[in-house]
């Protein structure tokens, strides 16, 4: 703790004009100093700041506070990262109190590890940047997607060149260490290195006090996978950090909301047409750290997701981790666009108005809650109804005690039939534990890359969005010149001009090689397997024999529960297009929101006798004797190359036994064709 006495001399030894002055043009008024206010959207200036009281006060929004206050509320800093900054520009030391000389040590450490990560990641931008202005193929495929150059200026997007070893321009010693600690070169096992980034137009990644923490790069050409994020390091975590965020801090303070779609192009796609509050997840599930970064910067908060189901299991996932922080004072709404659309596309498609028109009618939280679970159960009897309350229970456990929570109870208890009473009386005489989000997940111990799946040459990748890409050898190179691009300029910066180009579905691609391979032995009618969850009940009953691939897959994920932490929606959607395949899923989730690992914590977290329980039960012995495999991520991908190639063999037959008959269809069975050519390629027959 940071001891009162020192705050007092820091406020005493900085000027809040000189703090405020930094962001905001102060002009003489009076005693005081004014300006537009930097916390809402005026064109008369109300901000005042009081060189003798040392505070600032907004007329307009009624924003008050210290210089501390004022960096916090502008740049998103916690208190003690403000008060560290003030000291550091007044020089002075922040006491250390109760810090034992090895913990001081070690600060000291790592504060010197994150200032040569933060300088390796800014010589690459810097590479990057110039790297575009002499692309031609990447300027070109920024006009496809509609982008002008003062809005690629804005969000310092980049060119990664087309060298395996172009950052040695860099950086002469290539060899240095710092190089993969950050995530910018891949070391393979032979000691070889290249870069992790080739091919790819670069997303800087800055974390809310704008520093550079790790990059994001979209391929651009033909290529796996499309979509590439920096892996785990000590300044970058994707359960932590949201893309976006320190570009959009003004425009959200401004709209009074923040929207969180799940793709860097969507919400580089949203500015573009002048919707610049938007954010993105950075290739995982939203996580708790996330909402409580998005409080910070709003108490409104958007969530927007396709309309398919990949779409609807992400919005809910992000439901499920803004339950523990929901209060009175705070609104949360998802949106819902058309399955063919996503933000970028929708809002290029139809326009910035149609967009907003679309926000306008977010659906509440406490509205898809109930409507998601009155979905899963049949409402007009009893046994359904019944049902869907169990399912809630946990789930309104997890809302902390407010007005909203006592809302939505009485809401269910009408949904179900049930008066405020007794429903307070079911949920007092069986208490529910409350749902636990998913912790946010850590790379497995050697993984550098916080992914899953192998990269083309070795890297892991980020799984996180697949786009479609436009193959741009054949556009003609006749290009304007951009080499005043990168600049940062406050206009201009070059224009750009079209548009074009649309998110594709979510294929991907994992590589590696498997001993083992699905025998295939379950036939329709034998063992009485019920398929996906979204058929029947993810379960299986009487003889309970299940197929050779699902409990292959369950006793992967049971001895090897690191695999939960690196699953991402893709991951969850070829799943689900497996059949017979509805208890993986069920386990999947069950470990992310309970956050048990071990089969034990499982079984504690799984009802009792769900069909989920007694197969956990069944495979703990062999679980027990089962050898350590020498590398289960390999493992786990071949088994969903498997699956993957399996639905869309069936798939093409059903297309094929239809008769191909309209252009929809065989365009679908191209894709699929090719989508199993890529697959045979990596070793499944």
């Excluded at 004009?17 to 959207?41: E, I, S, T």
């Excluded at 006793?555 to 509805?582: N, Y």
């Excluded at 929101?593 to 009792?608: K, Y």
Aim: contains cysteine; hydrophobic residues 35%.
């Amino acid at each position: 703790m940071i001891p009162e006495s020192f705050i007092q001399d820091l406020l005493a030894r900085v000027d809040v004009v000189d703090v405020v002055g930094r962001y905001v043009q102060l002009r003489k008024g009076g005693a005081n100093l004014l300006g537009l206010c930097p916390f809402h959207n005026e064109k008369s200036p109300s901000f005042t700041v009081s060189p003798t009281k040392q505070f600032y006060h907004c007329f307009g929004c009624g924003a008050h506070g210290s210089a501390i206050t004022f960096l916090m509320e502008h740049t998103g800093t916690s208190f003690p990262e403000a008060v560290r900054t003030l000291a550091a520009s007044a020089g002075m030391t922040v006491p250390e109190e109760n810090r034992s000389p090895r913990q001081q040590q070690e600060s000291v450490r790592r504060k010197a590890e994150e200032s040569r990560h933060t300088q390796v990641l800014d010589a690459a931008q810097a590479h990057y940047l110039k790297q575009l202005r002499a692309s031609p193929a990447a300027i070109r495929y920024l006009k496809q997607r509609g982008l002008t150059g003062e809005i690629a200026a804005h969000f310092g997007l980049g060119w990664s060149g087309t060298d395996r070893h172009g950052l040695s321009q860099v950086f002469p010693n290539y060899d240095d260490p710092t190089l993969v600690e950050s995530g910018l070169v891949i070391e393979s096992e032979d000691g070889r290195r290249y870069d992790r980034f080739r091919e790819r137009v670069m997303f800087p990644i800055r974390n809310v006090r704008g520093s550079l923490i790790g990059f994001g790069g979209r391929i651009i050409g033909k290529g796996e996978p499309k979509y590439l994020n920096s892996p785990e390091t000590p300044l970058f975590s994707k359960g932590h950090e949201l893309y976006g965020l320190w570009e959009a801090r003004q425009s959200i303070r401004q709209e009074g909301q923040v929207i969180v779609v799940e793709g860097y192009m969507d919400v580089v796609g949203l500015a573009q047409q002048g919707i610049a509050n938007a954010v993105a997840t950075l290739g995982t599930a939203t996580t708790p750290d996330h909402v409580k970064k998005l409080l910070r910067a709003s108490d409104k908060v958007i969530f927007s997701f396709d309309g398919d189901g990949a779409g609807r299991r992400a919005a809910w996932r992000a439901l499920q981790a803004c339950l523990p922080v929901l209060r009175d004072d705070i609104a949360i709404r998802f949106l819902f666009l058309p399955s063919e659309h996503d933000p970028d596309s929708y809002v290029r498609e139809l326009g910035a108005e149609a967009f907003r028109a679309c926000l306008a009618d977010a659906v509440a939280l406490s509205r898809f809650l109930l409507d998601e679970l009155a979905s899963r159960h049949n409402m007009n009897e009893a046994e359904g109804r019944a049902s869907c309350l169990h399912e809630a229970k946990p789930l309104l456990a997890a809302i902390p005690e407010c007005a909203l929570r006592v809302q939505i109870e009485r809401e269910m208890a009408k949904l179900v039939q049930l008066t405020p009473e007794e429903m307070a009386q079911i949920l007092a005489q069986q208490p529910a534990k409350p749902f636990a989000p998913a912790a946010t997940p850590k790379p497995a111990a050697g993984d550098s890359t916080g992914g899953a799946g192998p990269d083309h040459e070795g890297g892991h990748p980020d799984m996180g969005y697949d786009f479609a890409g436009h193959d741009f050898h054949d556009i003609p190179a006749d290009e304007p010149d951009f080499a005043d691009y990168g600049q940062f300029p406050s206009q201009g910066g070059g224009e750009f001009a079209g548009g074009g180009g649309q998110r594709a579905g979510g294929k991907q691609e994992w590589k590696g090689k498997s001993d083992w391979k699905s025998k295939g032995d379950w036939k329709p009618g034998k063992g009485n397997w019920k398929g996906r969850r979204d058929n029947d009940v993810g379960g299986f009953e009487g003889r309970r024999t299940m197929p050779s691939l699902a409990k292959r897959l369950l006793g992967l994920l049971l001895a090897h529960p690191e695999l939960v932490d690196s699953m991402g929606d893709q991951q969850l959607e070829v799943i689900d297009h497996g059949p017979h395949l509805g208890l993986v899923r069920d386990l999947i989730m069950l470990a992310q929101s309970s956050g048990a690992r071990h089969v034990g914590a499982l079984l504690e977290a799984a009802e009792p006798d769900s069909d989920l329980a007694t197969v956990l039960k069944g495979l703990r012995a062999d679980i027990l004797s089962q050898e350590d495999l020498p590398d289960p991520q390999t493992e786990w991908d071949d088994a969903l190359r498997r699956i993957e190639f399996d639905s869309a063999k069936l798939e093409m037959a059903k297309l094929a036994a239809a008769g191909l008959s309209t252009d929809e269809a065989r365009k679908r069975y191209l894709e699929l064709s090719s989508r199993m050519a890529t697959l045979k390629g990596a070793g499944i027959r």
